[in-house]
């Protein structure tokens, strides 16, 4: 029996009908809110399924609002066996929250993902992530006047205050940068790169090499991350997959490796903003979407870009040495960027802790203009 409060009925998604209806809620939220961009639902039918790697080592249980039998909202609770293997903290997650501006429904949800997370022996809840730290997450709370850029999320100003009023506080922030590519790099960093030129080399990514190079991007990310906030490592078969969209959609230039010594030290990767390509498709390629897409990608191709991954290993952070690396694969993508036709990138996203990456891009000009929040909440027993 579906779950009631004050009208609204709580209903576990079960078949492929239900994921649908779970896809199509947020259509009704934002239909008056220009900036949201409808996902495409081929894509997120592809994310729900069981196709998706990260269901291997994760619980995740969806659900829908309901009130006079309409869809007004909805949430998913997982639980992730490799979070809990690093940290050992009883955490379990929300994520994928939409409903209308009404505590009620927000409430509702919140408990029922809460619940579920109790009776599984979870103490603590924290999101939202869609699923994971490695996938879409944080909740938009500042900078709401423009579109999200490719794998960020939009959500309106309400749903800050409705989490909040439920009981819920900011564990982390995540910063998104904005930068113009008519930038210069400082002087002392241009003459840094030109000094190290004996040892340092930036180059793009070998295409034909790709099984290899997507493994030293995944090794990379792996050190140079470890040791972040709420880090967890990605599945082999995760970052495969990730590798797939990589190489339908980034040109070889936009991803940038750094050696030293003709060893892969760092990385960057930046991805096309395709949010720009599929803002009018309302969430379909079919007929002719498709046609739009690869035309646009192709020949019109997009003026904006986000830098969605980033990394310098361990042992290179906090030198002169890594801010050479860092600033000179910034400076060959900003070069590959201005040659397609870009002129905006977002960097995104930032922990609000990282003062050396928030340093460097001060440095270059650019500045926060999105702010994502990820909130938690300590479960009381029952």
């Known amino acids: 029996m579906p779950h009631e409060m004050n009208s609204i009925h709580i209903v576990p998604v079960k078949g492929r009908q239900a994921i649908d209806q779970f896809i199509r809620v947020p259509w009704s939220i934002y239909a008056k809110n220009s900036q949201w961009v409808p996902p495409l639902i081929m894509e997120r039918r592809q994310h729900l399924s069981t196709n998706n790697p990260y269901f291997a080592h994760a619980d995740v249980q969806l659900w829908i609002a309901y009130q006079g039998g309409q869809p007004i909202g909805r949430i998913s609770a997982q639980i992730d066996s490799f979070h809990l293997t690093r940290h050992q903290d009883q955490t379990g997650f929300f994520g994928m929250i939409e409903a209308k501006d009404d505590n009620a429904v927000f409430s509702a949800l919140l408990q029922t993902a809460e619940q579920w997370l109790q009776n599984k022996g979870m103490h603590r809840i924290v999101g939202p992530f869609n699923f994971s730290i490695n996938q879409e997450c944080g909740l938009l709370v500042e900078g709401y006047d423009s579109p999200p850029m490719v794998m960020m999320g939009h959500a309106p100003p309400y749903y800050q205050t409705q989490i909040e009023d439920c009981g819920y ?45 997507l493994s030293s991007i995944h090794s990379i990310f792996e050190d140079a991350w470890s040791n972040n906030w709420g880090f967890i490592p990605f599945s082999e078969k995760e970052f495969a997959a990730m590798g797939k969209e990589m190489r339908l959609l980034v040109d070889d230039s936009f991803v940038q490796f750094a050696e030293v010594d003709g060893k892969p030290e760092a990385m960057l990767v930046a991805f096309p903003n395709v949010n720009e390509m599929i803002q009018d498709l309302n969430g379909r390629l079919l007929p002719l979407g498709w046609l739009k897409f690869l035309w646009r990608l192709k020949v019109t191709r997009p003026q904006t870009a986000r830098v969605a991954l980033m990394g310098v290993r361990k042992r290179f952070q906090g030198t002169p040495l890594g801010a050479v690396l860092a600033f000179g694969m910034i400076d060959a993508v900003r070069h590959a ?34 702010t994502y929040r990820i909130y938690e909440k300590h479960l009381t027993a029952s």
């Open 337 to 370: 960027g201005q040659k397609r036709g870009i002129q905006h990138v977002e960097l995104s996203w930032i922990l609000e802790n990282n003062v050396g990456m928030r340093n460097m891009l001060q440095a270059l000009g650019s500045d926060p203009y999105k």
């Open 169 to 213: 506080h900011k564990v982390q922030d995540l910063l998104a940068y904005h930068i113009d590519l008519d930038f210069d790099i400082p002087s002392i960093i241009q003459k840094a790169i030109q000094k190290a030129e004996s040892s340092v080399t930036f180059r793009s990514l070998r295409r034909s090499e790709f099984k290899k190079e």
